[in-house]
């Protein structure tokens, strides 16, 4: 199964599924662990809370 001419054509629904999981696996600890904390206390210094 394919998608339309719109772009994506050639691209199975199994290979896009298959990208979107390992990106979901490599982005959300990154998220978790790297860039959340990092953006929760620049934020407080923003809003000036400690």
């Known amino acids: 199964m394919s998608f ?4 994506l054509s050639g691209v199975s629904l199994g290979m896009y599924l298959h990208a979107w999981i ?3 696996c490599l ?3 990154l ?3 790297i ?3 990092i ?3 620049l934020l407080s ?3 000036g809370k400690r």
């Open 39 to 41: 953006c929760r206390s």
């Open 31 to 33: 998220q978790l662990i």
């Open 4 to 7: 339309p001419s719109n772009g």
């Open 45 to 47: 210094k923003i809003q």
């Open 27 to 29: 982005a959300l600890p």
């Open 35 to 37: 860039v959340g904390p």
């Open 22 to 24: 390992i990106n979901l």
